[in-house]
C-alpha cells in the first residue's frame, strides 16, 4: 500500500471505528434503559434484576409513601447527587457486565455513609435528640447506624 492511500485509509478507518464504538455505546445504553436512571423512578431500580427483592420490599414497606430510592440512596446536593448517581452507575454496570457483584447484594461503605446522613437528614426532629448531633456514626463511632435498629424499614423486614 502506498503512503498516500494509507493517509487518505487512516481517517476512514478511524471515523469507523468511532462509529462503531459510538454504536456500540448507544445499543448498550438503549438496552440498560440508562436514560431512566436520571429519573426519580423506583422502577429503574429494578431494570438490574439483582434489586427485584429490594423493591418488592420497599414497595411493601413503610417509606413507600414517604420515600424513592434516591430519597435514601443519593445525597442530596444537587452536585453530590449526581456524583453519586454516576459513582453508583458506573459500578453497577461494571459490576453486572463483569457479574462480580456479591449475592446477596451488600451496600458499600460510600452508600451507607449516604444512606445514614439521609436517615438523618429526613428524620433531624427526632434523632437530634436521640443522637445528640446531625453528624453520621463516620464522623461519631460511638453513634450507632439507624440501620442497626431498623433494618428492614427501607426494603421490608430483614431476612
Known amino acids: 500500500m502506498s503512503p498516500r492511500l494509507r493517509t487518505r485509509a487512516l481517517p476512514v478507518i478511524l471515523a469507523v471505528l468511532v462509529g462503531v464504538l459510538f454504536g456500540v455505546g448507544l445499543v448498550t445504553a438503549w438496552y440498560a434503559e440508562a436514560a431512566s436512571y436520571l429519573s426519580n423512578d423506583p422502577e429503574a431500580c429494578v431494570n438490574c434484576h439483582i434489586m ?4 418488592d420490599g420497599w414497595v411493601k414497606g413503610p417509606h413507600q409513601d414517604a ?9 442530596h446536593g444537587l452536585v453530590t447527587k449526581w456524583y453519586g448517581k454516576a459513582r453508583n452507575g458506573y459500578a453497577h454496570s461494571r459490576a453486572f457486565t463483569l457479574q462480580d457483584f456479591p ?40 453513634q450507632p447506624e439507624c440501620v442497626h435498629c431498623h433494618a428492614g424499614v427501607g426494603h421490608g423486614p430483614a431476612t
Open 103 to 142: 449475592e446477596p447484594i451488600r451496600i458499600t461503605e460510600y452508600n451507607a455513609e449516604v444512606l445514614q446522613e439521609n436517615c438523618v437528614d429526613c428524620h433531624r426532629d427526632f434523632v437530634n435528640d436521640v443522637l445528640g448531633t446531625p453528624r453520621a456514626p463516620a464522623d461519631h463511632p460511638e
Open 52 to 55: 427485584r427483592e429490594q423493591y
Open 67 to 75: 420515600a424513592t430510592c434516591n430519597d435514601c440512596h443519593t445525597p
